[in-house]
C-alpha cells in the first residue's frame, strides 16, 4: 500500500479564473485554467458574472482534467478545493461542486486555504527545481493580497506584514486605469515598463511601520501627477507613457523590496519565496535574482503558471493534508475571508 499513487483532484473558483488539476502525488499530470475575457469590458471583475460564469465552466473545466490526466474518477484518492478567501459566489460554485462530486465518489474531501496554496505551490514536483527548506520567508502578492509570511513548515504559517489598504495588484490596474490601459493593467505595465527609464518621474513611498504595506497613498499620488501633467500638456501619457511606467513600477517593486530586506533582517531567514498573480512581473522577478547576489539570498520563484489563480496550487495542497489525514466534513463552508 506504501507505494500507490495517490490522485488527487484540485478546484479553484476564489474569482474569474475556473481552473481543475489532476496531481499523482507531487507531480501534475493536467493543469487546466478557463478565463473570464468579459470583465475587462468593466476594468474589474464583477462578482455577479464571475460566479455565473463559474457555472458554465466547472463541468467542462473538471472533465478536460480529467480526461488530459488519462485517469478515470474512480482511480482519484480525494477533491481538494478553494474554501477562501475570494467571492463569495466563485467560492460556492467550487464549493458546492466538489463536495458533490466528493459525496458521489464517496472519497474524502479538503478544504484549502487560497493564500497557503500560493505558497505551497512551490512544493509541485518540477525537473531542475530547486528544493524549499523551512523555515522560508514568503512574500504573496496579487490583485487582492500583498503579505509577507513566515513558513515554517507546510501548515506553520505566520503573516510578519501585510497591506493596510490596498493590495500591489490593484496599484497597477488603477495607475493602469488613470494611463488609458486595458483591464489587467499588470502586464502591459511591465512589458511598457522596459522601455522606459525608472528614473524619469519620482514617486513617494509611503511611510508604513513594521512589516506592513500601504498602496492606497501612491495610487493617489499617480492620480493627481497625471492630472497635473495632463493639464499642462494634453499629450503628456502618450508622449511619456513608457517612462511613466518605469517610474511606476520601480517605485512598486522600491516599496516590496524595502519590506522584504527589513523581514530578512529581522528574521534571519535568507531563503525567499514569492507567489501570487503579480510575481510573475519581470521586474520583481529581476530584483529578486540581484538580491541573491548582492545580499547573498536564495530566491525561489514559481513557473508563470503557478503564478496566478489554478488548481494546480489547490492540488499540492490536498496532496500534502492527503498525507496527514486532514479531511474536511461535507458541512464545510466557504468563505470570502479567511486567514492563513
Same mark, same amino acid.
Given at each position: 500500500m506504501?507505494?500507490?499513487?495517490?490522485?488527487?483532484?484540485?478546484i479553484?473558483?476564489?474569482?474569474?479564473?475556473t481552473s481543475?488539476?489532476i496531481l499523482?502525488?507531487?507531480k501534475?499530470l493536467s493543469?487546466?485554467?478557463?478565463?473570464q475575457?468579459?470583465?475587462?469590458?468593466y476594468?474589474g471583475?464583477?462578482p455577479e458574472?464571475?460566479?455565473?460564469a463559474h457555472?458554465?465552466?466547472?463541468v467542462?473545466?473538471v472533465?478536460q482534467?480529467?480526461?488530459k490526466?488519462?485517469?478515470?474518477?474512480k482511480q482519484l484518492?480525494?477533491?481538494a478545493f478553494?474554501?477562501?478567501p475570494?467571492?463569495m459566489?466563485?467560492?460556492?460554485v467550487?464549493t458546492?461542486?466538489?463536495?458533490?462530486?466528493a459525496f458521489?465518489?464517496?472519497i474524502?474531501?479538503?478544504?484549502?486555504n487560497h493564500?497557503?496554496?500560493h505558497i505551497?505551490?512551490h512544493f509541485i514536483?518540477?525537473?531542475n527545481h530547486k528544493?524549499?527548506p523551512?523555515?522560508f520567508l514568503?512574500?504573496t502578492?496579487s490583485g487582492g493580497?500583498?503579505?509577507?509570511?513566515k513558513?515554517?513548515n507546510?501548515?506553520?504559517?505566520?503573516?510578519l506584514?501585510e497591506t493596510?489598504?490596498?493590495?500591489?495588484g490593484e496599484a497597477?490596474d488603477?495607475?493602469?486605469?488613470?494611463l488609458?490601459?486595458?483591464?489587467?493593467?499588470?502586464?502591459?505595465?511591465?512589458?511598457l515598463?522596459?522601455l522606459g527609464n525608472?528614473?524619469?518621474?519620482r514617486?513617494?513611498?509611503? @511611510?508604513?511601520d513594521g512589516?506592513n504595506?500601504?498602496?492606497s =497613498?501612491?495610487? !493617489?499620488? *499617480?492620480l493627481y %501627477?497625471?492630472?497635473?501633467?495632463t493639464?499642462?500638456n494634453?499629450n503628456?501619457v502618450?508622449d511619456n507613457l513608457?517612462d511613466i511606467?518605469a517610474s511606476?513600477?520601480?517605485?512598486?517593486?522600491?516599496?516590496?523590496?524595502?519590506?522584504?530586506?527589513?523581514?530578512v533582517k529581522?528574521?534571519?531567514?535568507?531563503h525567499?519565496?514569492?507567489?501570487g498573480g503579480?510575481?510573475?512581473?519581470?521586474?520583481i522577478? @529581476?530584483?529578486?535574482?540581484?538580491?541573491?547576489?548582492?545580499? =547573498?539570498?536564495? !530566491?525561489? *520563484?514559481?513557473? %508563470?503558471?503557478?503564478?496566478?489563480?489554478?488548481?494546480?496550487?489547490?492540488?499540492?495542497v490536498?496532496?500534502?493534508?492527503?498525507l496527514?489525514?486532514d479531511f474536511s466534513?461535507?458541512?464545510v463552508?466557504?468563505?470570502a475571508?479567511?486567514?492563513?
Amino acid at each position: 500500500m506504501k507505494n500507490e499513487n495517490i490522485y488527487i483532484l484540485g478546484i479553484e473558483s476564489s474569482c474569474d479564473d475556473t481552473s481543475a488539476a489532476i496531481l499523482c502525488n507531487d507531480k501534475i499530470l493536467s493543469n487546466v485554467v478557463a478565463d473570464q475575457k468579459i470583465h475587462a469590458e468593466y476594468g474589474g471583475v464583477v462578482p455577479e458574472l464571475a460566479s455565473r460564469a463559474h457555472q458554465q465552466n466547472i463541468v467542462p473545466v473538471v472533465h478536460q482534467a480529467i480526461e488530459k490526466a488519462g485517469i478515470s474518477k474512480k482511480q482519484l484518492s480525494a477533491i481538494a478545493f478553494t474554501r477562501g478567501p475570494g467571492l463569495m459566489g466563485s467560492l460556492l460554485v467550487g464549493t458546492s461542486f466538489a463536495k458533490s462530486l466528493a459525496f458521489g465518489l464517496n472519497i474524502p474531501l479538503i478544504d484549502v486555504n487560497h493564500m497557503q496554496a500560493h505558497i505551497l505551490a512551490h512544493f509541485i514536483s518540477e525537473e531542475n527545481h530547486k528544493k524549499l527548506p523551512f523555515p522560508f520567508l514568503a512574500m504573496t502578492i496579487s490583485g487582492g493580497h500583498t503579505q509577507i509570511v513566515k513558513v515554517s513548515n507546510y501548515f506553520e504559517m505566520e503573516v510578519l506584514g501585510e497591506t493596510i489598504d490596498d493590495a500591489v495588484g490593484e496599484a497597477y490596474d488603477k495607475s493602469g486605469k488613470v494611463l488609458g490601459l486595458g483591464y489587467p493593467a499588470g502586464p502591459e505595465i511591465d512589458k511598457l515598463a522596459q522601455l522606459g527609464n525608472p528614473k524619469a518621474f519620482r514617486f513617494t513611498k509611503p @511611510k508604513v511601520d513594521g512589516l506592513n504595506f500601504s498602496f492606497s =497613498g501612491l495610487k !493617489t499620488a *499617480i492620480l493627481y %501627477f497625471v492630472q497635473r501633467e495632463t493639464k499642462a500638456n494634453p499629450n503628456f501619457v502618450k508622449d511619456n507613457l513608457n517612462d511613466i511606467c518605469a517610474s511606476i513600477q520601480y517605485t512598486i517593486i522600491g516599496i516590496l523590496m524595502d519590506k522584504l530586506k527589513l523581514a530578512v533582517k529581522q528574521t534571519g531567514i535568507k531563503h525567499i519565496a514569492i507567489g501570487g498573480g503579480v510575481s510573475a512581473n519581470s521586474g520583481i522577478r @529581476k530584483a529578486l535574482e540581484d538580491a541573491e547576489h548582492k545580499f =547573498g539570498w536564495t !530566491t525561489y *520563484i514559481p513557473k %508563470f503558471e503557478y503564478t496566478t489563480d489554478n488548481a494546480a496550487m489547490i492540488a499540492i495542497v490536498g496532496y500534502l493534508k492527503y498525507l496527514e489525514k486532514d479531511f474536511s466534513d461535507f458541512d464545510v463552508m466557504a468563505t470570502a475571508r479567511l486567514k492563513i
